[in-house]
Nanobody, 125 residues
Framework: VQLQASGGGLVQAGDSLRLSCAAS????????VGWFRQAPGKEREFVTA????????RYADSVKGRFTVSRDNAKNTMYLQMNSLKPEDTAAYYC???????????????????WGQGTQVTVSS
């Protein structure tokens, strides 16, 4: 599976952005898919992950209530709607996929086999 992330940009605090992650060479079905981010000088951190059944969706506390992940399995595309953006959301955002596993493992980046290239999100104050 190859992943292609897009949609990043430069916005002001309080603005919104929607990131997309398109899969090719395979389908999202049967995979946990998620978003991670990495700011300069910091480790990659979990943002959100989901399964085909949206009840199995997890968010980092730092984005809960502001970010929403969704997936269109027919289009093999995942989205991250980011609202009320803050300067601390500035990072390169990566989409990723892994075979379905324990729910408790959805936030562990080392378990994700497939990664898209990062898309930069910069939020100015």
């Amino acid at each position: 599976v190859q992943l292609q992330a897009s949609g990043g940009g430069l916005v002001q605090a309080g603005d919104s952005l929607r990131l997309s992650c398109a899969a090719s060479g395979g389908t999202f079905s049967g995979y946990d898919v998620g978003w991670f981010r990495q700011a300069p000088g910091k480790e990659r951190e979990f943002v959100t992950a989901t399964r085909p059944n949206p009840i199995y969706t997890r968010y980092a506390d730092s984005v809960k209530g502001r970010f929403t992940v969704s997936r269109d399995n027919a289009k093999n595309t995942m989205y991250l709607q980011m609202n009320s953006l803050k300067p601390e959301d500035t990072a390169a955002y990566y989409c990723a996929a892994k075979p379905r596993g324990p729910l408790t493992a959805m936030g562990i980046s080392a378990l994700y086999n497939y990664w898209g290239q990062g898309t930069q999100v910069t939020v100015s104050s």
